[in-house]
């Protein structure tokens, strides 16, 4: 769940979180209500396609203010949204029962991707305002 502690101090890539975390909560309900495979496909397949826009946009902000770890921070993203096609992949060729482990790993990564690398360019970002 977003909390404003995960904050990176821009409303447009904050609202961008919050839709990830709105789209793992629906994930996970959809594994606890035991939906139908083709639901959760479904799910994993939107998440992943905002994942990759959101990404987008966070990428694009980040050259706009000249952040020096684009490049890692870009890789970030780019294993991420590798790992999470995975999955779809795996579901979708009937090799992968989805849990809610999978479910915490998304929920997981996303928050440890805020308070660790988002936050930096956060900060890096208020220093050059300064």
Same mark, same amino acid.
């Given at each position: %769940?977003?909390?404003?502690?995960?904050?990176?101090?821009?409303?447009?890539?904050?609202?961008?979180?919050?839709? $990830?975390?709105? #789209?793992?909560?629906?994930?996970?309900?959809?594994? *606890?209500?035991?939906?139908? *495979?083709?639901?959760?496909?479904?799910?994993?397949? &939107? $998440?992943?396609?905002?994942?990759?826009?959101?990404?987008?946009?966070?990428? +694009?902000? %980040?050259?706009?203010? &000249?952040?020096?770890? #684009?490049?890692?921070?870009?890789? $970030?993203?780019?294993?991420?949204?590798?790992?999470?096609?995975?999955?779809?992949?795996?579901?979708?060729?009937? *090799?992968?029962? $989805?849990?809610?482990?999978?479910?915490?790993? +998304? *929920?997981?990564? #996303?928050?440890?991707h805020i308070k660790g690398s988002d936050q930096q360019y956060a900060a890096f970002e208020l220093a050059q305002k300064?």
């Amino acid at each position: %769940m977003w909390t404003q502690e995960l904050s990176v101090d821009n409303v447009s890539i904050d609202n961008e979180h919050k839709q $990830l975390f709105a #789209l793992i909560d629906n994930f996970y309900k959809g594994i *606890k209500d035991n939906s139908p *495979k083709e639901r959760l496909e479904e799910l994993i397949l &939107g $998440l992943v396609s905002y994942t990759k826009t959101h990404f987008s946009n966070e990428e +694009l902000h %980040m050259s706009r203010m &000249g952040y020096p770890d #684009l490049a890692s921070h870009k890789e $970030l993203h780019e294993v991420f949204v590798k790992n999470v096609t995975g999955y779809y992949d795996r579901l979708k060729g009937g *090799k992968l029962i $989805l849990s809610i482990e999978v479910t915490n790993f +998304l *929920k997981d990564w #996303l928050v440890n991707h805020i308070k660790g690398s988002d936050q930096q360019y956060a900060a890096f970002e208020l220093a050059q305002k300064v």
